[in-house]
């Protein structure tokens, strides 16, 4: 039993395109069946279709809850075209085939609640994509065109098919994940986490040209890269974007002055507070002019024409991102600057989770986040608090907690001297760190993402010439690096607060 005609189910949230499809499909002789506010805009357009009530001679209820769950809609998704004894269940039933269902779901982050979780329509969708062999199964509305041109030229594309009820899948699951996630009230872990991600581009390759690279955002979830516009030049990289995320962030944890980061392979090369972003671009680049060619360059402010002029009379970054450019200095550096990314972007969001996969297992972990604050820290060492400059104090433990460990980061007039990152020693971090920042190191503060476990770390800053050092504290051998300090006349301050970034 096949029915008087195709039948097609339309049952959208999302009514882009909807009309012109049910019209398609009419001309092709499919009788259309759709429901609810589905079929108030196809009986707006004059488009003839049959409501569900029509086929299930059953009106819906429980402010409608029930509409399509009932056997005469479901028994004409699911019927096995294949088992004669599927037709003869039909035929006893007087249920007719449905060989389309074209539904999408309700946006249930805009408005969560019990009352938004639908069930009749994730019912549908999962019916039909179970039974993608005979069924359509649509549920975005750019696939409405693919479709009517397969039936119309008569294809039966099985893979056609398929990659349709994948597509299915993948939106229940972002569907149940929004929900489970509003559901769960366990504390942080919870035993089971469910996560959709949502492609947003492919991107040229990955960290490598042999490697495939995309990026997603979270669904249900707000993303800066949301809001990120390329004003001038080529896309941005897999790399681009991982250096821009950490670069934006940074110059986000100091707001209220003009602030500057230049970032190179996820760690800060340059950074700097300053009265203009002109001058504070200008010390970020001084810090390490070498690594700053082909960085990325961060400012929490909107680039005017003396910081454009800046900025192209250097070794050229890959990336520059604020929060917009005047029409004169982005025309001066698209001009000069033809292989640099300009874009802008709005405020960080909040990281509040993050994951990191291991193959068939993953990482998982609040963000780090700074827990203590300036008046909380400890001078340990017989100095006086008054006479310290916590201004360069704070820019130096920042700047640390964003780079990888082992780091020791060098600051003077608010602004990062010399930068050691990413050693397996906190010796080699604090040598680099005080070659790079040459003869600004002496009555520099610095900074230490972890304790010192032994003096001979502070004692190499403390001999360059710094006059404060500032870490975590903890080491069994604390008491020994404070002696060590006040023989040698250093200011040490305890944070209490670990930085480990890898």
């Known amino acids: 039993m096949k029915g008087i005609a195709l039948k097609a189910l339309l ?10 499809f049910a019209r398609g499909l009419i001309e092709l002789g499919f009788e259309v069946v759709a429901s609810g506010g589905t079929s108030v805009a196809l009986e707006d357009a004059n488009v003839s279709h049959l409501t569900v009530e029509d086929v299930t001679g059953f009106p819906e209820m429980l402010d409608g809850r029930v509409k399509t769950l009932h056997p005469k809609i479901h028994g004409g998704i699911l019927a096995n075209r294949d088992l004669q004894s599927h037709f003869e269940d039909l035929e006893s039933a007087q249920i007719e085939t449905i060989d389309l269902v074209a539904c999408n779901l309700y946006p249930f982050e805009d408005s969560p609640s019990i009352e938004t979780i639908d069930v009749g329509g994730p019912t549908m969708v999962r019916a039909a994509a179970k039974n993608h062999k005979h069924v359509f199964v649509v549920v975005d509305p750019s696939d409405y065109g693919r479709v009517l041109s397969q039936i119309s030229a008569g294809v039966d594309d099985y893979e056609f098919k ?3 009820a994948a597509k299915a899948f993948s939106h229940l699951s972002r569907y149940d994940s929004l929900i489970a996630s509003w559901l769960t009230t366990d504390e942080f872990p919870p035993t089971r986490m469910t996560l959709s991600l949502e492609k947003s581009k492919s991107l040229r390759y990955g960290e490598n040209p042999h490697q495939v690279g995309a990026l997603y955002k ?3 979830k707000k993303s800066w890269l949301d809001s990120m516009e390329l004003l001038s030049g080529i896309e941005l990289s897999y790399l681009n974007i991982y250096d821009a995320d950490a670069a934006w962030r940074l110059v986000h944890e100091f707001n209220s002055d003009p602030t500057v980061a230049i970032i190179k392979h996820a760690n800060p090369s340059g950074f700097s507070i ?9 010390r970020a680049f001084e810090c390490d002019p070498v690594s700053a060619f082909g960085g990325i360059v961060a400012i929490n402010r909107v680039v005017d024409l003396e910081l454009a002029e800046a900025i192209v009379a250097n070794p050229k970054a890959d990336v520059v991102i604020a929060y917009g450019y005047s029409p004169e200095a982005l025309a001066l550096l698209s001009s000069k600057r033809k292989n640099t990314r300009f874009v802008q972007a709005e405020a960080p969001d909040e990281i509040e989770v993050q994951i990191r996969t291991l193959g068939g297992a993953a990482l998982v972990q609040e963000a780090d986040r700074f827990i203590s604050q300036v008046e909380s820290w400890k001078v340990v060492t017989a100095s006086s608090a008054a006479d310290l400059n916590w201004s360069d104090i704070e820019v130096a433990w920042k700047v640390c907690a964003r780079t990888s460990s082992n780091a020791i980061v060098i600051a003077k007039d608010r602004m990062a001297v010399g930068i050691g990152a990413g050693q397996q020693n906190r010796l080699d971090s604090s040598r680099i760190a005080i070659e790079k920042a040459g003869e600004n190191v002496r009555g520099a503060v610095a900074a230490s993402d972890a304790f010192f476990p032994f003096p001979d770390g502070m004692l190499t800053l403390a001999n360059a010439g710094i006059s404060t050092i500032v870490s975590p504290g903890g080491s069994i051998n604390d008491q020994k690096v404070i002696d060590a300090a006040n023989e040698v006349g250093v200011t040490l301050i305890f944070t209490g607060e670990r930085h480990f970034k890898h």
């Open 11 to 20: 049952s959208v949230y999302k009514k882009d395109g909807i009309v012109e």
């Open 162 to 164: 398929k990659s349709l």
């Open 218 to 220: 979270i669904a249900g």
């Open 274 to 282: 300053s009265s203009s972003a002109s001058e504070s671009y200008r």
